[in-house]
């Protein structure tokens, strides 16, 4: 039982990191209508590039992560000025096809600059986990928990009640309508894929401060995936349920293959066996808008 409740509350953490990372992918889908397929790149960019700056560099974290943070910020911004800009208007599987060939390209990349091997962050916290009412937590994935509420309820805030937010919520309702009214079409997809950047690199780093960095890494952008699935790809209430879903299944799934089962690697595939049920049943996921169309 002790075993069973510490995966439990491990999945609820874990979840809430895929929930934030699934609303990277939605909210790239409800502002251009693409599925970025280079999720996970983003993450391994990130994860490496505070790598480099504590170890290389060797500054503290508390400034290492915040610079990761405005690079990423950056580099959202002028991947999609430069790469993705001059796509708009083409068909949208030539942009996915894009996606995954800048996902290959961003891991052929970061393998050539830090080589094949995994390589663990230096210590960041003076204890790496924390004892909280029996159960030990890994103290990056408490930091990972404040951070992914934070950036929950700040995503809730910006879509309600700031001025880009609404921009983007009315570009993802309709791009020549928001486009009439006077929104840049333009910034908000710079915007979109910014913030997509940034919050996944905060997700790598967590990663990577727990299982260390590798071109393994990139793999967490599509375990992500039948989060998104599940709750609709283009919900952000959807994504993070989500996300909580799938943490929560794939900890139960490991725990009953341990003690019955016996399949083995049932951590890694229970999310996709999810993933294919779902398509079956809801294929709009549980939040997700169902189109409609008359003929």
Not at 7 to 20: A, E, R
Not at 53 to 79: A, E, R
Not at 119 to 132: A, D, G
Not at 190 to 210: D, E, F, Q
Request: hydrophobic content about 60%; proline content about 3%.
């Amino acid at each position: 039982m002790e075993l069973f409740v510490q995966l439990l509350v491990n999945g609820l953490i874990i979840g809430t990191l895929y929930g934030v990372v699934a609303m990277c992918f939605v909210l790239i889908y409800k502002s251009t209508r693409v599925v970025n397929f280079a999720q996970g790149e983003f993450l391994l960019i990130g994860a490496w590039t505070c790598w480099a700056l504590l170890v290389k560099f060797n500054l503290p974290f508390y400034i290492g992560f915040p610079i990761t943070l405005v690079f990423m910020l950056i580099f959202g911004i002028l991947l999609q000025v430069v790469v993705l800009r001059p796509m708009i208007g083409e068909p949208i599987i030539s942009v996915i096809m894009v996606t995954i060939g800048l996902s290959m390209f961003f891991q052929s990349l970061m393998g050539w600059m830090f080589g094949g091997f995994a390589r663990s962050y230096p210590q960041v916290f003076e204890t790496q986990s924390v004892n909280i009412l029996g159960l030990q937590i890994q103290s990056a994935y408490l930091m990972s928990l404040v951070l992914s509420l934070v950036i929950m309820v700040g995503f809730y805030y910006f879509f309600k009640y700031s001025k880009t937010g609404l921009a983007m919520r009315a570009t993802a309702f309709d791009q020549q309508v928001a486009q009439s009214l006077g929104v840049s079409v333009k910034q908000v997809f710079a915007m979109a894929w910014a913030i997509s950047a940034l919050v996944s690199a905060m997700a790598g780093v967590v990663v990577g401060m727990v299982n260390g960095v590798s071109s393994a890494l990139s793999f967490f952008g599509i375990k992500v995936f039948p989060a998104v699935i599940l709750g609709g790809l283009d919900s952000i209430i959807g994504a993070i349920v989500g996300g909580l879903v799938i943490g929560v299944l794939e900890n139960l799934a490991e725990f009953f293959d341990a003690q019955w089962l016996h399949i083995g690697n049932m951590y890694t595939i229970a999310p996709f066996y999810a993933l294919v049920l779902i398509l079956m049943i809801k294929p709009y996921g549980f939040f997700g808008t169902k189109d409609i169309e008359r003929i």
